[in-house]
């Protein structure tokens, strides 16, 4: 094996999807691309890594509430580009064409043509390490979608688009007390 550099160690890591992330200040919508997730335990409870720097930020704190959008291989150019550019100065619903649908639950918006959406209010801002933890309270999953495939970042600009399932359900069953 070849040594690999410290700094690029988190690479080898890689978290869950490539996410939108939609906020409301109370005045205009805005959308930030969020590339580490994860999942915690086995509840609807999320975190993702964002802070100060995010235009995004100061709404997710304030209101407390936010919208997951799970985007699929086809809008990889619109996630980057929203990622690439600020809510301060760019309305990026209409720079990316997309299109807000008024949530159940939280003020901050579904996007139409992600594959799902999941409402989420905040229940902790671990500040030390950025990380915002989420509950979901609302989710919604489009089948209709032909486009199913969902991105995960590598971290140096590449990215992983998930293949095909493979299933091992009766062999992990056999071996969980009491299933899940």
Do not use: Q
């Amino acid at each position: 094996m070849k040594e690999l550099k410290i700094s690029k160690v988190f690479m080898l890591i890689e978290p869950g999807p490539v996410v939108l992330v939609t906020t409301n200040d109370g005045k205009k919508d805005n959308i930030m691309t969020i590339s580490w997730t994860m999942v915690l335990d086995f509840t609807p409870v999320f975190a993702i890594t964002t802070g100060e720097w995010n235009y995004s930020f100061a709404a997710l704190r304030n209101t407390k509430e936010c919208v997951i959008s799970i985007p699929t291989v086809d809008m990889l150019d619109k996630v980057v580009g929203i990622g690439t550019c600020s809510g301060s100065d760019t309305d990026k619903f209409t720079k990316f064409k997309l299109t807000p649908v008024k949530g159940r639950i939280v003020k901050a918006p579904l996007i139409k043509e992600c594959l799902a959406n999941i409402e989420c209010k905040v229940v902790d801002i671990v500040k030390k390490h950025n990380i915002v933890v989420l509950e979901a309270v609302a989710a919604y999953f489009d089948a209709s979608r032909k486009e199913k495939r969902i991105v995960h970042a590598v971290g140096d600009g590449t990215f992983i688009v998930d293949g095909r399932k493979l299933s091992r359900k009766k062999m992990m069953a056999s071996k969980i007390p009491n299933g899940i």
